[in-house]
C-alpha cells in the first residue's frame, strides 16, 4: 500500500506556474518530462540540472525517440532550456509562462446575460448558449484571450 509522506521529500512549485502549465495543451508525453524536470530541478532546490534521456526514458516510461521529440519540441516551444557544455546536457523550466509558444484549447461556457436561474427537472442548465474554443499560438493572441476570459469572469461571477 503506498503511504506517501510529505516529510519524506516533496517538490514546491508555485502555484502560478501549475496553473499556467494546466491551462496549456501538452501531449501526456511532454507532461510526463515537464513533472519530471520539475521533479529533478525544484525538489533538490535547482534552476537547472544534467538528466540523461535514459533517465527520461526510465521515469517517464517514454520510448527513445519519443522522449528526444518531446524535449525538443519543449525547448523550441520555450517551455525549457536547454544547455549543453561538452558531453553534458542540462535542463531546466522555463517559468516565465508568457514566453511559451504553445498551442492552447481552451473552452468556456458562456452563459446568456439575462438568464439566471435553471429549471427544474432539466439536467442542462438552459443559460449555457455556446461553447467557444480559441486557440492560442503566439504569446501576444493568448494574453489578449487571458484578458478576455478575465474580463468574462469579472462580467459574469467566474466560471
Known amino acids: ?7 519524506n521529500g516533496h517538490t514546491m512549485i508555485a502555484n502560478e506556474l501549475l496553473e499556467a502549465i494546466c491551462r496549456f495543451d501538452f501531449t501526456g508525453a511532454e507532461m510526463r518530462i515537464l513533472f519530471f524536470i520539475i521533479r529533478k530541478t525544484y525538489g533538490y532546490h535547482k534552476k537547472m540540472d544534467k538528466i540523461s534521456i535514459s533517465q527520461f ?20 516551444m520555450s517551455v525549457l532550456y536547454k544547455e549543453n557544455t561538452k558531453n553534458i546536457t542540462k535542463y531546466g523550466l522555463q517559468k ?10 481552451v ?11 435553471c429549471p427544474e427537472n432539466q439536467y442542462e442548465p438552459p443559460y449555457i448558449q455556446n461553447k467557444r474554443t ?19 469572469k469579472n462580467n459574469f461571477g467566474g466560471v
Not at 1 to 7: G, L, T
Not at 107 to 115: I, L, R
Not at 134 to 149: A, G, H, Q, R, V
Open 107 to 117: 473552452q468556456y461556457e458562456m452563459p446568456h446575460p439575462t438568464s439566471t436561474k
Open 57 to 76: 526514458q526510465q521515469q517517464c516510461l517514454l520510448p527513445r525517440q519519443t522522449t528526444i521529440d518531446c524535449l525538443n519540441r519543449l525547448v523550441r
Open 1 to 7: 500500500m503506498a503511504n506517501p509522506q510529505r516529510e
Open 134 to 152: 480559441k486557440e492560442i499560438y503566439t504569446k501576444e493572441s493568448k494574453n489578449k484571450f487571458l484578458k478576455d476570459l478575465e474580463q468574462f
Open 96 to 105: 516565465d509562462y508568457d514566453a511559451w509558444i504553445v498551442r492552447t484549447t
